[in-house]
């Protein structure tokens, strides 16, 4: 398997432009996650999906974020408007499931998107 | 709430070993992991502890004390490719979220 699989690799915006950042996730993993990681703020999970359905979105900082999952092997993540304190690398990882549902505590992360907004 | 705490940083010479520690606090506990972050990289999954005890892989080495809230990376035979970020991260409570520690930025000199 390739991995997760995220594009782009470097996104350069101007303040104000939408910005849609991709992932696939390694197929046959039933949780996908959207993670940001700055300096002041480490790694700070955005929002996760179970079977293509968002579960939990309370780290998406503002109404700007927003993220979707069409089927099981395509995820977006948008900023519309983005802010240069958007600046940040963006990256997905996915998971597997245990026998019993739930999520295993390993995590496959893809390469990230370094996202600057200008 | 859920926090976990390591140290910013630690230098250590190749061919030493190096404890990382990690301490958490969190509303029910379903393991602790740790992960390696080289720079400008993803994060790599490197060990998992659920239950008491030393889980040994290769050179490193992760150790967990549930009643003390405390885990720890070990990493022995230190190679300059160590170098790198190390992250603490657990899953509490009723969900599948993993939070993170903010890492320890280890340095291994010649």
């Known amino acids: ?118 | 709430g859920q926090s976990l705490e390591q140290p910013s940083e630690v230098t250590a010479v190749e061919g030493a070993i190096v404890q990382i520690n990690c301490t958490y606090q969190t509303s029910g506990f379903y393991g602790l992991s740790w992960y390696q972050q080289h720079d400008g990289g993803a994060p790599t999954f490197l060990s998992y502890n659920a239950l008491d005890g030393l889980e040994e892989t290769g050179r490193f080495s992760s150790f967990l004390s549930r009643s003390d809230s405390y885990g720890y990376l070990l990493l022995q035979e230190l190679q300059m490719k160590d170098s790198a970020s190390y992250f603490c991260a657990v899953k509490g409570g009723a969900t599948n979220k993993l939070i993170f520690g903010t890492g320890t930025l280890l340095a291994v000199q010649p």
């Open chain 1, 1 to 118: 398997d390739a991995g997760v699989i995220q594009s782009p690799r470097h996104e350069v915006t101007e303040m104000g432009q939408e910005v849609t950042l991709r992932c696939k996730p390694i197929s046959g993993h039933d949780y996908l996650f959207w993670y940001r990681q700055t300096m002041m703020r480490g790694l700070e999970l955005l929002i996760y999906f179970n079977n293509n359905v968002p579960i939990d979105d309370s780290g998406m900082p503002e109404d700007r974020f927003s993220a979707k999952m069409p089927n099981a092997s395509f995820s977006t993540l948008k900023i519309q408007p983005s802010e240069p304190r958007d600046s940040a690398v963006y990256f997905c990882a996915s998971s597997p499931r245990t026998s019993g549902g739930a999520a295993k505590n390993i995590q496959y992360f893809g390469a990230g998107t370094r996202l600057s907004v200008l």
